[in-house]
Nanobody, 127 residues
Framework: EVQVVESGGGSVQAGGSLRLSCTAS????????MGWYRQAPGNECMLVST???????YYADSVKGRFTISQDNAKNTVYLQMNSLKPEDTAEYYC?????????????????????WGQGTQVTVSS
């Protein structure tokens, strides 16, 4: 059974930091690409960051220089370190696993018929 479980969300003031974790099981983690999406009420589902099986990374322009994605294959876990958080970072954050490319934008998270998803974790940044 595939499981993807996020943790680490919470509430923080602007300028603060949070680290999200995503632990996966039920598939070959080393061969997968992992990504983080986010969706705020009324907004699209946006790809925030990805890390490929070869270690290459992607960041949305809005988070470059502030967020860092990393993974620990021994723990089947991917992390998203979020620094200098802004109120506009407030959203539900989802971890997704796939073996191909990630769509950068979608109507709704989780994206139907795409990859494996966690249940989401809320991040709230107050000004």
């Amino acid at each position: 059974e595939v499981q993807v479980v996020e943790s680490g969300g919470g509430s923080v003031q602007a300028g603060g930091s949070l680290r999200l974790s995503c632990t996966a099981s039920g598939f070959t983690f080393d061969d997968s690409d992992m990504g983080w999406y986010r969706q705020a009420p009324g907004n699209e589902c946006m790809l925030v960051s990805t890390i490929s099986s070869d270690g290459s990374t992607y960041y949305a322009d809005s988070v470059k220089g502030r967020f860092t994605i990393s993974q620990d294959n021994a723990k089947n876990t991917v992390y998203l370190q979020m620094n200098s958080l802004k109120p506009e970072d407030t959203a539900e954050y989802y971890c997704a696993a796939d073996f191909g490319g990630f769509d950068t934008i979608a109507t709704m998270c989780p994206i139907e018929d795409f990859g494996f998803w966690g249940q989401g974790t809320q991040v709230t940044v107050s000004s």
